[in-house]
């Protein structure tokens, strides 16, 4: 993992926008590219003058639609049983497609929206959304949506981390363990956010009135 997040980070130097559109393209995959070693290094180039803040932004959310879009067609098209009998080629566990079907089978497109703020299910729920043909208009309004919003905090977190310590940029490993630690509270009021579309889900499902 050392490795990887050191490679991550170096394609977002060396790759700028392109760089940004194909790793978060990567990271709507069940493929392990965190959206936390791209958006906030390409936030900290933004601040020291190199990419523009709100490119750095619309980047990534360009990128995950466009993995996130990939990834909804292709499960439309060869379906769940060749995805749970080769997933494992791409490092998809039948375990996790279980549990981003049951999420969107609960909670249908605001799942798919909240799921693009959560880090994990975030990688998978497209595969469902395809599995189920969700209506693609919809799925593609609420992953931008989320993915705008994901790509805007992380990168308000790239730019603290800037503010407080400008030599992050060459501890990648440091940098993300910054940005998690600073994200634990932006997790808590999407937790909460999301609780609260759950209850309003069940609070307003029609109940079954018995038979006179």
Request: net charge positive.
């Amino acid at each position: 993992m050392h490795h990887l997040v050191e490679l991550w980070f170096g394609w977002v130097l060396t790759g700028g926008y392109i760089g940004i559109v194909l790793l978060m393209a990567m990271g709507s995959s069940p493929l392990p590219v965190p959206a936390e070693v791209v958006i906030p290094p390409a936030a900290f180039l933004a601040a020291q003058g190199h990419l523009s803040f709100s490119g750095v932004i619309i980047a990534g959310t360009i990128g995950c639609y466009l993995g996130a879009a990939a990834m909804y067609w292709l499960s439309l098209l060869v379906g769940r049983p060749i995805i749970v009998r080769y997933g494992r080629f791409l490092l998809l566990k039948p375990h996790k497609l279980e549990q981003a079907e049951i999420w969107l089978a609960r909670y249908e497109a605001g799942g798919v929206f909240f799921a693009r703020l959560l880090p994990i299910v975030r990688h998978v729920i497209s595969i469902p959304a395809g599995i189920v043909r969700m209506n693609f208009t919809s799925f593609s309004v609420v992953t931008i949506l989320g993915s705008a919003i994901s790509c805007s905090l992380l990168a308000y977190l790239g730019h603290q981390a800037y503010l407080v310590e400008p030599e992050l940029l060459t501890k990648p490993e440091a940098m993300l363990h910054f940005i998690r630690g600073q994200s634990r509270w932006i997790l808590l009021v999407v937790a909460v956010f999301a609780i609260l579309y759950i209850l309003t889900l069940r609070l307003m499902k029609p109940r079954l009135t018995p038979p006179n």
